[in-house]
């Protein structure tokens, strides 16, 4: 089942979790012992708000995100002065960081190929010392399974005990309690906390500013970078060329034109720009700097400031790396089509990716 589906499921449910139950209470009390510093939380898939209560009775100011809209709306009846994300957690980049994140029976209705990627999301939006508490399914292998035990069709998956220890600790984070607390049933709860002295991983670091008039030296050498232009299927700019382009660009308030940082260092650019009646998006990453996640961070990041929908992106087949990054980020294939050579681009095979 897809995250949408989940959604459309829980839609159908909600009125049965607007009732108050301590469900979970008491181990995330457990979870919350460990937390020094009870300012921001996170509550990941947190239907009708009912968990946010005892978080906020325990000092914390917390945001919910849930995927389904009934329960989100149930959650704004409840609690009407706390940040509220309608959205699906395996598209959605964390604003903050946050000191505890509570993610009870919701992240196991994530796809199973993408667990992975949203274990270590929660995990680098912790801060330093910060504590996540959440349920899996207490197998020794990856699995999935579907059930309608509450009437809907659900979806639940898990990357098993041993490598969801191995994600923590790649990430930084030491298992602090884990307890098969429904036992026979395989149903686990794990608190996980980060080590204070961890380092911030690349894409941690990742931020995007705009492009300004000073940054086009820098930007005209990586567009030339002939490795880049073999594996985007494009042919470079000359200097005149490139000069009007930009001088274009930089007058066009249509367009959102961003430079990639991660820290202080300029690693690339990514763009939101109009085109033949579409909205695309287009990213340039040095080199350098390629495969250490910084494209997804930096198109997630555009993302959620460009609120526009859809969103077009295309991307030549050849080049896997980049239809890999479009699909982690919610695009999903519409079109290959064959395109001719032109002075910008050789023929050549390419995906039209469409986000809506």
């Known amino acids: 089942m897809t995250p949408e589906q989940v959604a459309a499921s829980y839609d159908q449910i909600a009125d049965q979790w607007v009732e108050v139950s301590t469900y979970g209470f008491a181990q995330i009390e457990r979870a ?16 009708t708000g009912r968990l946010m209560g005892l978080l906020s009775g325990h000092g914390f ?10 329960m989100i709306a149930r959650a704004r009846e409840r609690h009407p002065g706390a940040e509220l994300f309608h959205t699906d957690v395996c598209r959605w980049e964390l604003p ?19 667990q992975e990627a949203v274990l270590k999301k929660l995990c680098r939006g912790l801060s330093a010392g910060g504590v996540l508490v959440f349920t899996m399914g207490g197998t020794d292998e990856p699995n999935e399974k579907q059930n309608s035990y509450m009437g ?5 998956a898990t990357l098993g005990i041993p490598n969801t220890l191995r994600v923590l600790a790649e990430m930084g984070c030491i298992c602090r309690h884990l ?31 705009p492009v300004e008039r000073n940054d086009l030296p820098r930007m005209y050498e990586l567009q030339r970078d002939p490795d880049s232009n073999r594996m985007a299927a494009t042919i470079p700019r000359d200097r005149e060329a490139f000069d009007s382009h930009w001088a274009k660009v930089l007058n066009d308030p249509s367009v959102a034109a961003r430079v990639i940082l991660v820290g202080e260092e300029f ?12 909205d695309h998006v287009g990213y340039w990453i040095d080199r350098a700097y390629w495969g250490r996640g910084i494209a997804s961070r930096a198109l997630r990041l555009l993302l959620q400031e460009i609120p526009k929908r859809p969103l077009t992106a295309t991307a030549a087949t050849s080049n896997a790396a980049s239809l890999r990054i479009l699909q982690k980020c919610g695009f999903v294939v519409t079109q290959v089509r064959h395109d001719p050579a032109t002075d910008r681009y050789p023929e050549c095979e390419v995906a039209v990716h469409v986000l809506r």
Do not use: M
């Open 267 to 278: 690693v690339g650019i990514v763009s939101c720009f109009p085109r033949d009646g579409a």
């Open 61 to 70: 100011r917390t945001d919910g995100l849930d995927v389904s809209p009934a």
């Open 96 to 114: 903050r960081s946050y000191d505890l994140i509570v993610a009870w029976d919701s992240v196991w209705h994530v796809p199973l190929a993408e």
């Open 152 to 156: 809907p069709p659900l979806y639940h």
């Open 179 to 209: 307890e098969y607390d429904q036992h026979p049933e395989s149903h686990v709860y794990l608190v996980a906390q980060k080590s204070e002295t961890s380092a911030p991983t690349t894409s941690d670091l990742v931020r995007l500013r």
């Open 32 to 47: 919350v012992a460990f937390v020094k510093h009870r300012g921001a939380a996170l509550d990941v898939g947190c239907g």
